[in-house]
């Protein structure tokens, strides 16, 4: 291997400055890659006050006639910058210059962006379900789809907790159903090709990110990659997501419910107050320090309650029982078997005494921050609930009248269920 260098200087030099560069790539040995000088012997031999000759040699290229020095692709002479660089380009054995390197990238990229882009299209293929959609369907899909939907992206991704209703009692039957429409499809595990893309696709997006393209790469990466989660299906008849979101919208205001499916949204509506119930009890646990029995008399007594009364009136009552148990307690020493049952035993016996009399539950109480309101619960008090009311303010009862009064029915009935 001979190897002869030719020196290329990239900007007008002096004399002086010619000698030490000449010197800085001079070969000992045509053969091989050491060099003549050191770096000090070059400098010791310079003028005085003038500039380290490892400065100066940024001001030159180095080529030699050898194969590392032109790339393989593109077949140009690709020079070196230091001597660093001249040994380890020596001990390439096929050269591809950068931009090529940047070139195969680029189409591997775009190669595994489309595998992506297909195995999503073919995943989320329209089908024909539009038609076998229920009212309550639709609602949990407006749910889903109304706040910052984002096509190609999980409505929920798989490790974020589900809250549509608040209720999972109610959620999870209604995905399942809406994933067996077809009208939501899960994304569990990606087959292996299109793994290796997404793989690739990062890798490419790492590597290519020392250009000032860093932040389009990383763009296009986080828009193409695929999450685990559960994505929305666009049904046949629809052009984009935005005319399907206000077609259901306008279904769910206008009505067309089935006299069949009331008792199904209203069953929806009272495990969704009972699920904030339960919230609420233990907090009330929590708040006084009291135990409270999850038994099926209070299970009894909170669908009960959620039925006919707002849940902030029942959180003074709750309050004010949670305290005369306490006292309860000191006076009369219950047995520690009982204890976590006199709460369920105290609120029933008031509702009892109440309700044979005739009267009302009469103060509220703002409720703690464990009761939220779920994402369906927020749209459907927007729509169909008085703006000075809201879910929490009303009965199960009350809520479901509000809604129905608003809403067409089919072969409407005599009477509410
Ligand atoms: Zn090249």
Known sequence: MSVEAIICYLKPLSEDEIISINKYWTLKDSSKDEFEYTLKQIDSKRERKSR??????????CLVNNQSFYCKDCKQAKPVKSRKEFSERLRVDSFVCRECKEKQLISL??????????????????????????????????????????EKKPVITS?????????????????SRLVGL??????????????????????????LDY?????????????????????????????????FIERIYNDIING???????????????????????RLIDHVSGEFNLEISNSVPLSALLNHLSEK????????TFSHQARRVIVYMHQNEPASYAISHLFTKFVGSYIQMLEENGWELKYIRILPVAVSTSNLEALVSHNFIDSHFNWHSLSATEVIERWLSKITIHNAPALLP
């Open 256 to 278: 067309g419910i089935s006299v069949q499916k009331i008792t199904e949204l209203k069953r929806m509506v009272i495990d969704m107050q009972v699920e904030n119930f339960n």
């Open 52 to 61: 380290n000759v490892s400065n100066l040699v940024l001001k030159s290229l």
């Open 109 to 150: 990229r775009e190669k595994s962006a489309k595998v992506l882009a297909n195995f999503l299209d073919d995943l989320l293929n329209k089908s024909d379900y539009f038609s076998q959609l229920t009212y309550i369907d639709k609602l949990v899909l407006l749910t889903l789809l109304f706040d910052d939907y984002q």
């Open 309 to 316: 009364y707002p849940i902030t009136k029942c959180y003074y």
């Open 182 to 207: 077809g009208a939501l499809v899960k994304i569990t595990d990606l087959p292996k090709a299109v793994a290796l893309a997404q793989a690739k696709l990062y890798e490419s997006s790492v590597t």
């Open 159 to 175: 490790n974020a907790r589900i809250n549509i209703t608040g209720s999972e009692n109610v959620d999870m039957p209604v995905l």
């Open 211 to 243: 250009k000032q393209n860093r932040y389009r790469y990383r763009a296009q990466h986080n828009q193409l990659v695929i999450e685990k989660g559960i994505y929305f299906s666009l049904p046949l008849g629809f052009n984009n997501s935005a005319e």
